[in-house]
């Protein structure tokens, strides 16, 4: 079994930055990637970024250029830098970790709230 659990959510102004951690416990060794999702208020559920276990990333359109995911393996955690916030990345923001055989967890989630 994987567990994460996100922090680093919290109110911010557009264009300011917030920094979002990860942390990973359990079979972590069998971690093939890990992911950030989010969903908006009225929207459905959005693949952010991801970090594979070779360290590759990939990251929506709406976010390239922004968004930056690392990670920081003798923490387990994963980060995703967020920056140039704007109002329409007010979302719930979840971790994903993908593991063992199509194995999935997810966290329960953190607040960001983008507004002046």
């Known amino acids: 079994q994987v567990q994460v659990v996100e922090s680093g959510g919290g109110l911010v102004q557009p264009g300011g930055s917030l920094r979002l951690s990860c942390v990973a416990s359990?079979?972590?060794?069998?971690?093939?990637?890990m992911d950030w999702y989010r969903r908006a208020p009225g929207k459905q559920r959005e693949l952010v970024a991801t970090?594979?276990?070779?360290?590759?990333?990939n990251y929506a359109d709406s976010v390239k250029g922004r968004f930056t995911i690392s990670r920081d393996n003798d923490k387990n955690t994963v980060y995703l830098q967020m920056n140039s916030l704007k109002t329409e990345d007010t979302a719930v923001y979840y971790c994903?970790?993908?593991?063992?055989?199509?194995?999935?967890?997810w966290g329960l989630g953190t607040q960001v709230t983008v507004s002046s």
């Open positions: 994903r970790a993908n593991w063992g055989r199509a194995l999935i967890s």
């Open positions: 359990g079979s972590i060794f069998s971690i093939n990637a």
């Open positions: 970090i594979t276990s070779d360290s590759s990333t």
